[in-house]
């Protein structure tokens, strides 16, 4: 058993958060006390960042840790929490979301009574201020998959540490291989269906993040070259993610690349599948029934425009770049 000075670390990866971070750790504070510690990874801010996080460290000594790094990405910065974490089980909060005042003691009553590796709860997305939608996963194992972002979980940091699990260094993806990695490492894995974690945004960001396009520097099948190399196992599960994922990345960034170098992305995505042997499937029942249903619908149409040979004439329609 991992010897530990206190019950839950809360890692934070900071970069350019003057502003959001305040709201992000008092939320914090109100919801945890001196058994829990808060890790600020200060990701070589350009703005104030850093001052943030140290005056929260001088007001609560028992409570913060300020840790600065040169800029090397939100995954880095998790690492680097991993490491100089103290407690049993730790969790992970963007900066710019907040939590309930229950959130961390209902995870880690739910760690501690099931003894599993990792607890999945549920989240609420707010635009504007305003609650967009609330996601509270069904009991299922494919509701693991539902978020494939590292909060809104709680992990047992021994079994993080014991499996050697981390964030990966790739320019996209590095949440999704780390659980993709450490859900193949364990059998214990629950559901909690709550939703206590608010997931922050704005319409603008939310616009500006779906016309990031297909760039060229980004090797989509790198990363499920790394993923596949590392997980333990390969189930029926994670043939489903990996066919969910990369229609996802499809479908979402290239709706603003060029039909060309949709094509182009496409042809790759699909022989890796081939080489993988990846089934061309989606199930629309029990097995995925906690999924969106939209999502099952747009991740199935796909899959039959593609056995149909008609994925040239979608991206004529949903490809808007130039």
Known sequence: MLSSSKNLSIVIPVYNLEKQLPVCVDSILQAT????????????????????????????????????????????????????????YICFIDGDDVVEPEYFKKLVS????????????????????????????????????????????????????????????????????FNTVAYSCSDKIAILPYAGYSYICNSESLTNTTSRGLRKEIEFTDLLDRIDRNVRRRDSLLNYQYIK??????????????????????????????????PLKFPMGKETSSEFLRNRIAINGYLALTKMHLIGAFAS?????K
């Open 110 to 177: 739910a760690i501690g009574e099931t003894g599993a590796d990792i607890v999945v709860s549920g989240y609420k997305r707010v635009v504007d201020g305003k609650t967009d939608f609330t996601l509270i996963p069904q009991d299922i194992p494919w509701s693991r998959y539902l978020v494939m972002a590292p909060w809104a979980k709680i992990y047992d940091l021994d079994f993080i540490r014991r499996n050697g699990i981390q964030f990966s260094d790739t320019p996209i993806g590095e949440d999704v291989y």
């Open 245 to 278: 994922y990369g229609v996802h990345y499809m479908l979402y960034s290239g709706r603003t690349a060029t039909k060309a170098r949709f094509m182009e992305e496409h042809g790759k995505l699909f022989d890796w599948y081939r080489r993988h042997d990846v």
């Open 317 to 321: 329609i949903w490809c808007q770049g």
């Open 33 to 88: 006390d001196d058994s829990s510690e808060i890790l600020l990874v200060n990701d070589g801010s350009k703005d104030g960042s850093k001052d943030v996080t140290e005056s929260y460290q001088q007001k609560y000594p028992e409570r913060v840790v300020a840790i600065t790094q040169d800029n090397a990405g939100p995954g880095a910065a998790r690492n680097l929490g991993i490491a100089r974490a103290k407690g049993r």
